[in-house]
């Protein structure tokens, strides 16, 4: 039995990284995360482009740019979406969920989902790095981590992973990516 299973190592090639303005006290808390966790793990920073876009919703249409030109081993995709009070969030974070799982197989690149999708502000600063006060005086602080981290481990494991697994072969009931010949 072959296994093929990806790592944290840096792979050649660049990273790319969508982000959202809105809400930036949280997405600079995912970006400074993602960007850390590229370096610790040796990308080079001159390997590393950032896009900024206006909000979540956008963040599709750059990542599609960026996966056309064929220049990025991986593009991570970080935003905070925060429910209100109406539906406004579902419609958003569906369209945005799905266009970006539609560019990775479109591309055959992995496209990383990093948008927060969370109830409160208070979950969107603890899934960004931020502290969260518990309930009760003696209670410590609470961490659940930085979904910025998680979607730059994952990037470096999905390019290693892709690169170890044997090369695709023209399919002529399949069309093409969009861009490519067979």
Not at 27 to 36: I, N, P, S, Y
Not at 151 to 172: D, G, K, S, T
Request: glycine content about 8%; aromatic content about 4%.
């Amino acid at each position: 039995m072959k296994v093929f299973q990806g790592n944290p190592q840096a792979p050649e090639g660049r990273f790319a990284i969508v982000v959202s303005r809105y809400n930036e006290s949280i997405t600079r808390a995912l970006l400074d995360g993602a960007v850390r966790t590229l370096l610790e793990h040796g990308v080079p920073e001159e390997q590393i482009e950032v896009a900024w876009v206006p909000g979540a919703f956008e963040i599709p249409t750059v990542a599609a740019r960026l996966a056309a030109s064929g220049r990025y081993a991986a593009i991570l995709c970080l935003g905070a979406v925060i429910r209100g009070e109406t539906t406004h969030d579902q419609h958003i974070n569906r369209a945005v969920s799905l266009s970006l799982a539609q560019l990775g197989a479109q591309y055959r690149l992995p496209v990383l989902f990093g948008v927060l999708t969370c109830n409160t502000l208070e979950q969107a600063i603890a899934r960004s790095g931020g502290q969260v006060p518990t309930q009760g005086k003696d209670q410590p602080t609470s961490r659940i981590g930085n979904k910025g981290i998680e979607c730059a481990l994952a990037a470096l494991e999905m390019v290693n992973l892709l690169r170890q697994l044997p090369p695709e072969q023209p399919n002529p009931t399949v069309p093409p990516p969009s861009g490519q010949k067979q």
